[in-house]
Nanobody
Framework: QVQLVESGGGLVQPGGSLRLSCAAF?????????IGWFRQAPGKEREGISC?????????TDADSVKDRFTISRDNTRNVVYLQMNSLVPEDTAVYYC??????????????????WGQGTQVTVSS
């Protein structure tokens, strides 16, 4: 099973941007995986943000909480999937997770569709 690691989280002021990265350990090539980004804030359920299929079809939730601010992308030369987050607000504070599913030609925001998960990276939006 692919092992994932997220990075790029941290403390950012409202209105700022962060780019999260999802990388794989152990020689796995993420280009053959669908990758999803999820987040979980304290006391709240896990929320799906965006995903990219193994055929590079992307889906981003149209929830008002993230709409038009977050973008997923893949760099196969670096074996990384990114989540670009712009115009951050305090409500974006959460632990952000990436997840993977091998050879998934489509993807959605159901966490049950992903079998491998990273440990998460903390994003805190505060002044």
């Amino acid at each position: 099973q692919v092992q994932l690691v997220e990075s790029g989280g941290g403390l950012v002021q409202p209105g700022g941007s962060l780019r999260l990265s999802c990388a794989a350990f152990g020689g796995f090539s993420l280009e053959y995986y669908a990758i999803g980004w999820f987040r979980q804030a304290p006391g709240k359920e896990r929320e799906g943000i965006s995903c990219i299929s193994s055929e590079d079809v992307t889906y981003t939730t149209d929830a008002d909480s993230v709409k038009d601010r977050f973008t997923i992308s893949r760099d196969n030369t670096r074996n990384v999937v990114y989540l670009q987050m712009n115009s951050l607000v305090p409500e974006d504070t959460a632990v952000y997770y990436c997840a993977a599913e091998f050879s998934a030609t489509w993807c959605g925001m159901d966490s049950a569709d992903f079998s491998s998960w990273g440990q998460g990276t903390q994003v805190t939006v505060s002044s």
